[in-house]
Structure formats: C-alpha cells, structure tokens
C-alpha cells in the first residue's frame, strides 16, 4: 500500500507530539516528582524526570548529556522528516506511518529537553521484583514506529528474495 501524502504524515507526527506534550502537562499538574499511583497492581503513574537517554542511560550524568541529547534530537527529527518526505512521494504505508510516529515521538521528548531540561516519563509497568524504566506517549510512538518500519523491511526483504 502506498505511503500517505506528506501533510498526513506530518499530521500524524505533529499530533504525536501534542499529544505527548498534552499527558505530560496533566501528570506534571498532578503528580509531585517520584509520587507513584498505583493503576493496576502492574501499572502505575509516576512522575520521572529523566536527564539521560532511553532507559535513563546517562542520567547520572552531570548535565552535559542534556546538551548531547539535544543536539542529536534536533539531527534526528530532521533526518526522520526528510526520509518521512520521501516516504510520502515513493514509499509504503508502513514505512511512512512508522517514520512518522517516530518523528512525533522524537519531537514530543525533544519538546520536553528544551522546556524542562529532562524528559517527563510517567508509565511504569512491573511484575512481582522486575521493573521496566519509566516511559511515555512519545516512547511509545517511537517503539511503535520502530516495529513498523522494522515489518516493512522485513516485507520488503521477504518480496526482494521471491
């Protein structure tokens, strides 16, 4: 199936980030830092203020990763829209959608760099003593994303070798 066009690419990025940013902006009205809601007995709210990378890598940094982080962010979100644009022009539904999701999901935690100096994550998900590292709306998009473009080319793999 062929790739949207580039504006609703675009507006699928765009409302991954509004809606990222929207979440975060009611946790942060909600929860004091570190207050844990317990949801379900494995989910909970809780708010996370995270200077480093996925999975809190480099958090313990002393404030330089912010800046790093910011940089490759800014790259990212504009290597990701000129490969979101050529996906709208020749590419397929998944490719676009997935590049898409995770430019909306780069921007909604980049948004959070520039505002607050960290990313806001606020999904926790546990089991008895494990503990998956906090997430949020544009971590998910990422992943989902990610899978996407991961099933396109396994697709594409798939067409190329038959």
Known sequence: MKAPRFSVLLSVSAGVA???Q???WIVAA???ELQRIVVMPFFDLVRWHNTGAAFGLLSGASGWQNWLFLVLGLVLVAFLGSMMRGA???GDALWGLGLALMTGGAVGNLIDRVARGYVLDFISLH???WRFPAFNVADSAI???VSLVLLYLIRQTRTTSN
């Open 143 to 145: 992943t989902v994303g």
């Open 30 to 32: 909600r929860l004091d």
């Open 127 to 129: 089991y008895g003593g």
């Open 88 to 90: 709208s022009k020749d």
């Open 18 to 20: 509004v809606l990222d």
């Open 22 to 24: 929207i979440v975060k």
